[in-house]
């Protein structure tokens, strides 16, 4: 992972817009609070804890002290404005899965960051060990599913009523993975679609 990690902190260009792309630590644990506490609620629900929460914010900071997630921030202005999780437990039966979690602030979408951030988080996955890299959100982010999707991820599970919103309202969670033998295999024979 050594490689890829010495990418940071680094400035991209997408839309006619700079961003500045950096390895989240435990000292940015204030500006990661303030955009989670922006973003619309029901952006939220993908995520396994709710991020607009400071215990779940600094928990979040221990575990990549600890190794245990790999993140990444992009900021405007210096604030964040996006940000990836690549969580994985090593302790598991699934200890070669991670879970890649990306999320951009409502104003900036439209741009191409997040799929900047995945393209970022991809080798940082790998650089892991990681075989196989999930993600999941709710069955109308049509547009997140399509990136995703175009970086090799196809749909896995359709999870009913798995998550509950704070109006009560149930929502289903698309559960989608990237098999990353499979999907390297492909590309170095038919080529990478995204790149067409």
Same mark, same amino acid.
């Not at 039966?93 to 409502?106: D, N, T």
């Given at each position: 992972?050594?490689?890829?990690? %010495?990418?940071?902190p680094? %400035? ?5 817009? $700079? ?12 500006? #990661? ?29 221990? +575990?990549?002290?600890? =190794?245990?997630?790999? $993140?990444?921030?992009a900021?405007?202005? &210096?604030?964040?404005? &996006? ?10 039966? $699934? ?14 979408? =439209?741009? =191409? ?11 940082? +996955?790998?650089g892991? &060990? ?5 993600? !999941?959100?709710?069955? %109308?982010? #049509? ?8 970086? &090799? ?11 509950v ?17 499979? #999907?390297?295999? !492909?590309? %170095?024979?038919?080529?990478?679609? +995204?790149?067409?």
């Open positions: 992972m050594s490689d890829t990690a %010495d990418r940071y680094r %400035d991209v260009a997408c839309g006619g817009t $700079s961003f500045r792309l950096t390895r989240m630590t435990a000292a940015d644990q204030n500006g #990661v609070l303030a955009f989670a506490c922006a973003l619309p609620k029901h952006d939220l629900l993908f995520m396994r804890r709710d991020i607009s929460h400071p215990k779940v914010v600094a928990a979040w900071a221990q +575990a990549i002290t600890a =190794g245990q997630i790999v $993140s990444l921030l900021r405007s202005d &210096g604030a964040v404005v &996006g940000c990836t999780a690549i969580v994985r437990d090593e302790l598991s039966w $699934s200890s070669h899965v991670g879970e890649l979690r990306v999320i951009v602030s409502p104003a900036i979408r =439209g741009h =191409g960051l997040g799929r900047v951030l995945i393209a970022e988080s991809m080798p940082l +996955a790998i892991m &060990g990681l075989r196989k890299i999930v993600t !999941q959100m709710t069955t %109308d982010q #049509v547009a997140a599913i399509s990136v995703f999707a175009s970086f &090799g991820f196809s749909g896995e599970a359709l999870l009913r009523d798995h998550v919103d704070a109006a009560g309202a149930l929502h289903d969670i698309a559960l989608l993975s990237h098999d990353v033998a499979r #999907v390297q295999a !492909q590309r %170095d024979a038919y080529g990478d679609p +995204a790149e067409t």
